[in-house]
């Protein structure tokens, strides 16, 4: 399983989705999905903690800083095997974010 770390524009992007999402930092936490090449972050309500938790293929809860608050952090990636530290980045693709996966395993 890989370190999850974001990039300045992705903790920017990562707020202002949090705040077009009316969620609130106190109230949801992060679920990162990684892929070969990308990954896709959703906010989950913390009812749905337990659930995360009992996921076999999740990892976490992680405490990681997004602007000026640490928020929880689960990780589900598709190539376990991949170790190392994933760094995510920002890219606005046709109006969308997407967020890209750099870095390689073991930086």
């Known amino acids: 399983m890989s370190v999850v770390e ?3 524009r992705a903790v ?47 990892m976490g809860p992680f405490r990681v800083p997004v602007g000026e608050v640490e928020m929880s952090l689960f990780v589900r990636d598709q190539q376990p095997d991949r170790g190392g530290r994933i760094e995510l980045d920002a890219l606005a693709v046709g109006g969308q974010c997407n967020f ?4 390689a395993a073991g930086k």
């Not at 890209?100 to 870095?103: A, E, F, K, V």
């Open 6 to 8: 974001f990039t300045p």
């Open 12 to 58: 920017q992007n990562v707020l202002d989705i949090l705040d077009q999402s009316k969620s609130s930092s106190d109230n949801s936490f992060i679920l990162v999905e990684c892929r070969a090449e990308e990954a896709e972050i959703s906010f989950r309500q913390f009812d749905e903690v337990v659930d995360m938790q009992r996921d076999l293929d999740v």
């Open 100 to 103: 890209q996966i750099r870095g």
